[in-house]
């Protein structure tokens, strides 16, 4: 377990020195929510079982979720091919711990900057928007970000296991981001995106994680159908977690 | 060989091919305590390739590896800790400082260094000073120092060092070479690869000479050079075709000839009539020989006649 805190330790170290994390994790999330806020912010939006919400405060968790794709989508992706293609997992490799366990630490390290990032969101949005957050509903949602975080850092490892360059896993995370940041109502209500997109996007993770972490922060609860959000978000990770285990390679 | 005769690492018959490559063809060595054993080659010729074997980085199809009497196969985490390891082109997290680099691979192997005990690490390598910056901003020499400190963070007894000195300037070589000798003297048994004659001669008790995966030969320095006999090296910078090669090659007093962009490498018993034989060959094809010399053997030779080539311009 020491070394374990060890090596979450540093990591953390790691995320909160690097400024392009920083520039990603904090300012682009929170310049996204007040740029579609004040833009949008006027519109409200029905919930289910209440009246409805403003649009700023709708949109709160899907700037979270949003942050949850970029970090596990394109920053997992990105750091276990750079890991693989600079011979830090070599390293690892050499001693007696499992890298795993490495991972697993890093891992953590980004449900913390996404905690982070949850704060400072909630932070901007009382202060903006009005936005006020139960304390209460903290615990539900915190499970929520930790399902959400997994989901998305397993797929990018799935990223990671099929391409040895991380020029190609940009590409692959960022297309992937992109769709699933814009077309499964995480930003903008599937109710204005075309039927066709109102019908796929049920199915992607992002709008399950969505789903499940608005109900959560707004209302307390696990939203209309937690079960079906639930189990896809599970199938997803385990689906994600046998491909990576299968093609997943630690040496160039 | 040197210091206690027993031998802690034992390599016998291992055999590792890449498709129709054969990496390790049939490899087989005993490692004695505390010696220093280096393995010379040529980039390509395996030596990474058996490191990692011993690692328990890479699995090999048929042979077996012990180190301290535990397989590498059957007991690869036992192995990992008790070697310390410097692997080749080592990429470390450039964002953490040294001595925090010191305490993230200590915990790897269950070791906890304090503060106090990581600087005492550092000052070992000659990196106390540089205890607060980034990897990122140390030099060349610096990172392979501290690469070598992460090697000794747990204190083992046995030290796989891969290439410590290549891409380095001869100052942050000497320094590593001056490291790897008090390794020595603290008794520590060291496994070195190095594509550097020089290197091999001064720090090792004992090489191997290596190329296409196989031990071509094996003994102290002395021991490899003697084998040479009364042959040296006549050296001069003539461009010969290949026919003249031939011909220079199939001399009575020539034991080997290698030429690497117009640097004419011959092995002799004889090295006036080699001189002779390159002024009359130089004045048929209308060149003369430059930068003519005569040296006594040593392990390049011992490569050159075991392979017919030379070892090759390191990096």
């Known amino acids: ?252 | 060989m040197s210091g206690n005769s027993a031998a802690i690492i034992s390599i016998e018959s291992v055999h590792k091919s890449y498709g129709s490559l054969k990496a390790l063809d049939g490899v087989s060595l005993q490692i004695c305590s505390a010696e220093c054993f280096g393995l010379l080659g040529p980039n390509g010729a395996g030596k990474t390739t058996l490191l990692s074997c011993i690692e328990g980085l890479i699995s090999f199809q048929e042979g077996h590896i012990t180190v301290n009497g535990y397989d590498v196969a059957r007991h690869p985490r036992k192995v990992k800790s008790i070697l310390g390891v410097q692997l080749q082109d080592e990429t470390l997290f450039t964002d953490l400082k040294a001595i925090e680099a010191i305490q993230f691979y200590g915990a790897l192997y269950n070791t906890f260094p304090s503060r106090a005990e990581a600087l005492a690490l550092l000052e070992r390598f000659d990196l106390a000073e540089k205890h607060n910056a980034r990897i990122g901003t140390l030099s060349g020499g610096q990172q392979k120092r501290l690469t070598l400190a992460l090697a000794m963070v747990h204190g083992p007894a046995i030290v796989l060092l891969d290439e410590p000195t290549t891409g380095l300037d001869p100052q942050a070589r000497h320094h590593i070479w001056d490291i790897v000798r008090r390794l020595r003297s603290e008794g520590k048994t060291i496994i070195l690869t190095t594509h550097y004659i020089e290197e091999a001669e001064i720090l090792c008790d004992r090489v191997g000479i290596i190329d296409h995966g196989k031990i071509l030969a094996l003994g102290t320095p002395r021991e490899l050079i003697e084998r040479m006999g009364n042959l040296s090296t006549v050296r001069a910078s003539l461009y010969l075709p290949a026919e003249k090669l031939q011909q220079l090659q199939t001399a009575d007093c020539v034991q080997a000839v290698s030429s690497d962009n117009g640097l004419l490498s011959v092995q002799t018993s004889d090295p006036q009539r080699v001189l002779a034989l390159l002024e009359e060959i130089g004045q048929e094809t209308g060149s003369r020989p430059q930068n003519v010399s005569i040296r006594q053997p040593n392990l390049e030779d011992v490569f050159l006649s075991l392979t017919g080539r030379s070892i090759g311009p390191a990096d």
């Open chain 1, 1 to 252: 377990m020491r070394r374990f805190v060890t090596e979450f330790r540093f990591f953390t170290i790691l995320a909160f020195r690097s400024r392009t994390l920083l520039f990603f994790s904090l300012l682009v999330p929170t310049g996204s929510l007040l740029l579609f806020g004040f833009v949008f912010g006027q519109n409200v939006i029905p919930l289910p079982g209440s009246g409805g919400v403003s649009y700023s405060v709708w949109l709160l968790p899907g700037i979270i979720v949003m942050n949850m794709i970029a970090s596990g989508l394109m920053g997992n992706s990105t750091a276990m091919i750079t890991w693989r293609e600079r011979g830090i997992f070599q390293r690892i490799l050499v001693t007696p711990t499992a890298p795993w366990e490495v991972m697993l630490a890093r891992a953590c390290t980004q449900v913390l900057v996404i905690v982070v990032q949850t704060i400072v969101a909630i932070i901007v949005g009382s202060l903006v928007f009005h936005f006020t957050f139960n304390p209460l509903y903290a615990p539900l949602s915190l499970l929520f970000i930790v399902l959400g975080s997994a989901v998305f850092l397993l797929l990018g490892q799935v990223i990671a296991s099929f391409t040895d360059r991380v020029e190609i896993g940009n590409i692959i995370s960022q297309g992937l981001y992109i769709l699933l940041t814009f077309l499964t109502g995480i930003l903008l209500p599937l109710q204005i995106l075309p039927d066709i997109v109102s019908k796929v996007a049920p199915f992607t993770p992002s709008y399950m994680v969505a789903e499940l972490l608005r109900s959560a922060m707004l209302q307390g609860n696990a939203g209309s159908a937690p079960l079906a959000d639930i189990v896809g978000c599970l199938l997803y990770c385990a689906a994600a977690l046998g491909l990576s285990a299968a093609f997943f390679r630690m040496l160039r």
